[in-house]
Nanobody, 127 residues
Framework: QVQLVESGGGLVQTGGSLRLSCAASGRTFSSYAMGWFRQAPGKMREFVAR????????YYADSVKGRFTISRDNAENTVYLQMNSLKPEDTALYYC????????????????????WGQGTQVTVSS
């Protein structure tokens, strides 16, 4: 069982930056690949980024590639999402998720394959 708690969201102007954190409970954090998803009002939850268990492999949605960076610190049981050059279309509730399996890039983007989810942190980008 893994419990996930996101933090770091807030209100930022276009072009600004935010760093989201997701703290995980338990001693098996390094056994899970971690992902970030987001959901805007009236839209489906969408994949943002994923990082492998040891952090050597990352995947990004095309919409955030080059602007967002996912990283993890297994000693601190935390995964991060550094978000730069933020745009109004990045406004959403951001969730972190944990998954035990090693997935292909295609399957890693599917929310249903993740086992555990946090409660989300709101990111609002003003124009």
């Amino acid at each position: 069982q893994v419990q996930l708690v996101e933090s770091g969201g807030g209100l930022v102007q276009t072009g600004g930056s935010l760093r989201l954190s997701c703290a995980a409970s338990g001693r098996t954090f390094s056994s899970y690949a971690m992902g970030w998803f987001r959901q805007a009002p009236g839209k489906m939850r969408e994949f943002v980024a994923r990082i492998s268990r040891a952090g050597e492999t990352t995947y990004y949605a095309d919409s955030v590639k080059g602007r967002f960076t996912i990283s993890r610190d297994n000693a601190e049981n935390t995964v991060y999402l550094q978000m730069n050059s933020l745009k109004p279309e990045d406004t959403a509730l951001y969730y972190c998720a944990a998954d035990r399996a090693a997935l292909s890039p295609a399957r890693a983007r599917i929310a249903a394959v993740y086992d555990y989810w946090g409660q989300g942190t709101q990111v609002t980008v003003s124009s």
